[in-house]
């Protein structure tokens, strides 16, 4: 039974930074390429940022290019999204997911397992 547990999630104004993790089980790790999405009401899930199974290749949307980054330590089975200068459009429920290969995935349907999601609210 894989699973992905997503922390660091809350609350925080905007320019401020947060930290994701998430936390991964049941297969092996360092296998699988990860990804983190985020979701807003009404909206379709968005990848934000990917990194294939070693943490060389990363990938990230535009609207976060510069402000976040994707790493990953395969010791602890953990991957991680540090977010910087947060934005009120940050917001939304962010899901970290696993990858069905190792190398980068950019589409939803790449991915084959998810975490519950964690929620980022950024007050202006």
């Known amino acids: 039974q894989v699973q992905l547990v997503e922390s660091g999630g809350g609350l925080v104004q905007a320019g401020d930074s947060l930290r994701l993790s998430c936390a991964a089980s049941?297969?092996?790790?360092?296998?699988?390429?990860m990804g983190w999405f985020r979701q807003t009401p009404g909206k379709d899930r968005d990848l934000v940022a990917a990194i294939n199974y070693s943490g060389v290749t990363t990938y990230y949307a535009d609207s976060v290019k510069g402000r976040f980054t994707i790493s990953r330590d395969n010791r602890k089975n953990t991957v991680y999204l540090q977010m910087n200068s947060l934005k009120p459009e940050d917001m939304a429920l962010y899901y970290c997911?696993?990858?069905?290969?190792?190398?980068?995935?950019?589409?939803?349907?790449?991915?084959?397992?998810w975490g519950q999601g964690i929620q980022v609210t950024v007050s202006s």
């Open positions: 049941g297969r092996t790790f360092s296998s699988h390429a």
């Open positions: 997911a696993s990858a069905r290969t190792a190398i980068l995935a950019r589409r939803e349907n790449e991915y084959d397992y």
